[in-house]
């Protein structure tokens, strides 16, 4: 298994090369650029400007050095908060993006394993035809309606819950952006665990834990669900990385100070050095978090083996 992990961090590095060339020469190509304003700057402004952030050198020149400083930690200053580098701006938001999108995660694991877990065991009953019909209406409503809904029952309606803003200190500004962005993970997990269960308690090695004359809760809990699991847990691979890395509309709406809309505003203002943070940022979380997958296939699955 340590062979494994190894092979696959290493294979993730010509990986994120890859996606930061890519992204590199990209966003470049898109017109406009950093110091665009809607009044022009004047051009000797402009000159010194690009002199500055070493924008007038070759692109092939520029590429090198953002490697450099790429390889040594160092994700250069940010074009349009010029107060600030992309370190400093993900030093404060991404604590907050991962431990929101970590609690989420959680509470979406455990509830939708939870309920689809009873629903395979009440197959087509009235509470399985119930979870089923809200694991649907969970997945087709998206947080930009979901987000303001919550907003205002319980923040201005009941005013049980702040309706935004942030604090470190307080739980209760968690509790909105935290169900919000758990909802419609527990929807899809619930589906998952639900098929996936339902096909699991009519294998053969279930069958035969039955016959040998197991409780119930052995049954399903170490034979069946142990099994059902592998597909909420591939699915938990990507989506863990992206709510990890933010949302951009639950942090917009509750005002939520994460990283999830430094892409949208880096690109949009052609922050360069912002979205390639980003980029960088989102393929690590991708690529740690599929490693973790596969080591969790080999636990879940004796049969799956790496060496």
């Known amino acids: 298994m340590l062979s494994y992990t190894l092979r696959r961090l290493a294979g993730a590095i010509p990986t994120i090369f890859i996606i930061v060339t890519l992204t590199f020469f990209m966003i470049r190509l898109a017109p406009g650029g950093p110091f665009d304003l809607e009044r022009p700057i004047d051009p ?48 404060a938001g991404l604590p907050v993006s991962v431990m929101l999108g970590g609690l989420a995660l959680g509470l979406a694991a455990v509830l ?41 029952i319980f923040g201005v309606i009941l005013g049980v819950l702040p309706a935004g803003g942030w ?12 169900v ?25 090695h279930v069958r035969t834990a039955r016959a040998y004359g197991l409780p119930a809760r052995v049954v399903v809990g170490v034979h069946a669900l142990r099994a059902a699991l592998l597909p909420a847990v591939s699915y938990l691979g990507p989506t863990a990385a992206a709510l990890m890395t933010g949302s951009v509309v639950v942090e917009t709406i509750f005002g939520i100070p994460g990283i999830g809309r430094y892409f949208v505003q880096g690109a949009l203002g052609r ?13 690590i979380f991708v690529v740690v978090f599929n490693l973790l997958v596969d080591l969790a296939y080999a636990w879940l699955d004796p049969r799956v083996r790496y060496d």
Do not use: H, K
């Open 44 to 91: 000797l402004i402009m000159l010194n400007l690009q002199r500055a952030y070493g924008l007038d050198q070759p692109l092939w020149q520029q590429y090198l050095t953002y490697l450099g400083n790429l390889l040594q930690g160092d994700l250069g200053p940010s074009f349009a908060r010029r107060d600030f580098t992309v370190n400093d701006l993900f030093a």
């Open 112 to 152: 939708g394993t939870f309920f689809g877990t009873i629903a395979a065991l009440r197959q087509n009953s009235w509470l399985d035809y119930t979870i089923v019909a809200l694991a649907t209406f969970g997945i087709t409503t998206p947080n930009f309606v979901v987000a303001p809904l919550l907003s205002l």
């Open 167 to 178: 604090s470190d200190a307080d739980p209760r500004y968690w509790v909105l952006p935290i």
């Open 180 to 204: 919000t962005l758990a909802l419609p993970q527990v929807a899809v997990i619930a589906r998952l665990v639900r098929g996936a269960t339902v096909e699991a308690l009519r294998a053969n």
């Open 271 to 283: 922050d360069y050095t912002l979205v390639m943070g980003t980029v960088v940022v989102i393929a």
